[in-house]
């Protein structure tokens, strides 16, 4: 199947900081990548879609200024948490999609202090 | 009422028994159906892939659409303690940009 990966896996910043996640697809282009955020034994809550070329499309709640996105390639997505706080705490998960079905990447764990 | 329901369990299991897992959903569109397997604090894997109605097989996996019932099912037969796991469903319809619905996941602990 397709492989996605993320970078970096695991991050503790300082309250008041920004971190940047990148997201690759390693052996096919995307044009639409999705950025979701998991908090433990919850269930995906997608943040929103990024689209190769144009403005990323944020789901409902989710702060624009807050967590940017760039899809800067047919293979890269990023999103950067703008001065972060331990409320943002949580994994980060992206995905993109592939002829049959969709592939995650394996997650970015950020730890806010 | 939610695109995807998904009973989230948790739910435990003996090794070797069968592991039923469902959801049910709504949109009638749906056309592709997905499993995904999630370890803790790992990313989604993609299990199974259905298109329409139907079973597939693969291994111990078997998974079942049911689109009169708008119900899906993944059975896992000879279940073993690395099958312990988060096992999400996820559905999408046919031409629209790659838009998948998931359901929250129904966590299974198999005891050895």
């Known amino acids: 199947g397709a492989v996605v990966s993320q970078h970096p896996s695991w991050v503790i910043c300082k309250s008041g900081t920004s971190v940047k996640i990148e997201c690759r697809s390693l052996?096919?282009?995307?044009?639409?990548m999705f950025w979701y955020r998991q908090f433990p034994k919850q269930s995906l809550m997608l943040m929103a879609t990024s689209n190769e070329g144009s403005k990323a499309t944020y789901e409902q709640g989710v702060e624009k200024d807050k967590f940017l996105i760039n899809h800067a390639s047919l293979t890269l997505s990023t999103l950067t948490v703008t001065s972060a706080h331990p409320e943002d705490s949580s994994f980060y998960i992206c995905?993109?999609?592939?002829?049959?079905?969709?592939?995650f990447g394996p997650g970015t764990r950020l730890t806010v202090l | 009422q939610k695109e995807v329901e998904q009973d989230p369990g948790p739910l435990s299991v003996p090794e070797g028994a069968i592991v039923s897992l469902n959801c049910t959903y709504s949109n009638s569109a749906f056309q592709y159906f997905m499993w995904y397997r999630q370890y803790s604090r790992k990313g989604p894997e993609l299990l199974m892939y259905?298109?329409?109605?139907g079973n597939k097989e693969d291994g111990r996996f078997t998974a079942q659409v049911d689109k009169s019932s708008k119900y899906i099912s993944l059975f896992i037969r000879d279940s073993q303690p690395s099958d312990s796991a988060t096992y999400l469903c996820?559905?999408?319809?046919?031409?629209?940009?790659?838009?998948?619905?998931f359901g929250t996941g129904t966590s299974l602990t198999v005891i050895p």
């Open positions: 996820a559905m999408s319809p046919p031409n629209t940009g790659n838009q998948f619905y």
């Open positions: 995905s993109a999609p592939s002829g049959r079905g969709q592939f």
């Open positions: 259905t298109y329409s109605s």
């Open positions: 052996d096919f282009q995307a044009t639409t």
